[in-house]
């Protein structure tokens, strides 16, 4: 017959804990601390032992496909039932399919969680949407190292650069703590690399214009209060070093011709900038120079640099004078085309002249009469329709 203490014993104890040949039953008796202690320890393997089986009873993973299904509609799911590999990856892969950027990032974020490193790029690297959805992950959050590292990773080396790079020039507090971290990037990971030579060399010109900026803006600053020249780009701070600092020898560090050699700015690129900074001054002998060299000085003509038409249109903006556009708007190539433009420009003197070294006296008369009677243009076709005789065409 059954004691009472034997029933409770059996109320706690599985028939798989009791069956077990080397286990030896005896009666306890509780007035005594060992037989307590021992009772409380078989109780507390007992329960551990059930919680266990009904842990693996629960921990049946569904289907991958249902679980994504799931994840894309935001209901909720144990990604956790999912041990092995292959039935994590087969997870990803379903989530991939059904094109939910959000339910694929929790999936990543999971295998990131659960996998070794070497693993979790391994997938990625057989996912390229999912790789994608991680990287603009970690680029919102601005994670740049984990980033940077992971592409790295991928042999995706110069957009691991490009990476770095941006950290680098988002730093903040100051152009100091940018250009610690310019030159870190430029050391560590950009000159080592032969591939990334092109960035190496920018990189190195944009330190070099962040070195020539600060001493620049510092010494101009009492003159200008509200000079903020560090961080412009190359052309505007030439556009700055033309307004003030245009006469400046070539070993300044605000010289115009010094920072277009270091940054190996075009002949164009520098003309077009210094020709607005001059213009806006109406220094119209150096605009003038712009478009002059040794070499052109005996011909007397203008060197097309930039198009001469394209020049009078800015020099006029600042206030030029007829004789200043005629001087640009002559050296148009193109008899046509420097006529419509000295027509736009209201510079009679090329107009009247192109009609008569074309002997168009019908042209001239019309043009004429579009003039104002009595002004100054008006009598300057006049009189070249009275002095040259030009047969009717």
Request: charged share 25%.
């Amino acid at each position: 017959m059954m004691t009472s203490k034997n029933k409770k014993r059996d109320l706690f104890m599985g028939d798989e804990y009791w069956n077990e040949s080397s286990r030896k039953v005896t009666p306890f008796d509780f007035d005594d601390d060992t037989d307590t202690d021992t009772f409380m320890t078989m109780l507390a393997a007992e329960v551990a032992f059930l919680r266990r089986r009904l842990a693996e009873a629960r921990e049946v993973a569904p289907p991958p496909a249902d679980t994504a299904r799931r994840l894309a509609l935001g209901e909720p799911c144990t990604l956790e039932l999912y041990r092995p590999l292959a039935e994590k990856r087969q997870l990803l892969a379903e989530t991939v399919a059904l094109g939910d950027g959000d339910a694929v990032l929790v999936v990543v974020l999971f295998l990131k969680r659960t996998l070794k490193r070497s693993l979790f790029v391994a997938e990625l690297r057989r996912q390229p949407v999912a790789c994608e959805q991680y990287l603009a992950y970690l680029r919102a959050r601005f994670s740049h190292a984990d980033a940077a590292d992971l592409l790295a990773m991928l042999g995706r080396v110069e957009e691991a650069a490009m990476v770095r790079y941006e950290s680098a020039v988002r730093v903040r507090g100051g152009v100091e703590p940018q250009l610690r971290g310019l030159r870190h990037c430029l050391q560590a990971h950009l000159a080592p690399d032969p591939e990334l030579a092109l960035h190496t060399g920018l990189v190195r010109q944009q330190i070099d214009l962040l070195e020539r900026q600060r001493p620049v803006e510092a010494a101009d600053a009492p003159a200008r209060p509200d000079l903020q020249l560090v961080g412009r780009s190359v052309l505007s701070t030439l556009h700055y070093c033309c307004l003030h600092h245009y006469s400046e020898p070539a070993n300044h560090l605000a010289s115009p011709a010094a920072l277009r050699e270091r940054h190996q700015l075009t002949e164009r690129q520098y003309t077009w900038t210094a020709l607005r900074a001059r213009a806006s001054l109406q220094a119209w002998a150096d605009v003038q120079a712009l478009f002059t060299s040794k070499a052109w000085f005996s011909s007397g003509k203008l060197r097309p640099v930039v198009p001469f038409e394209a020049a009078a249109e800015v020099l006029e903006s600042f206030g030029a004078t007829l004789e200043t556009l005629s001087l640009y708007i002559a050296s148009i190539d193109g008899t046509e085309k420097r006529l419509e433009h000295a027509k736009k420009f209201g510079c009679y003197k090329i107009v009247v002249d192109g009609y008569l070294s074309q002997k168009d006296r019908v042209s001239l008369e019309q043009y004429r009469a579009t003039l104002k009677p009595h002004s100054e243009a008006h009598q300057y076709a006049s009189d070249a329709l009275r002095a040259t005789v030009i047969p009717i065409c």
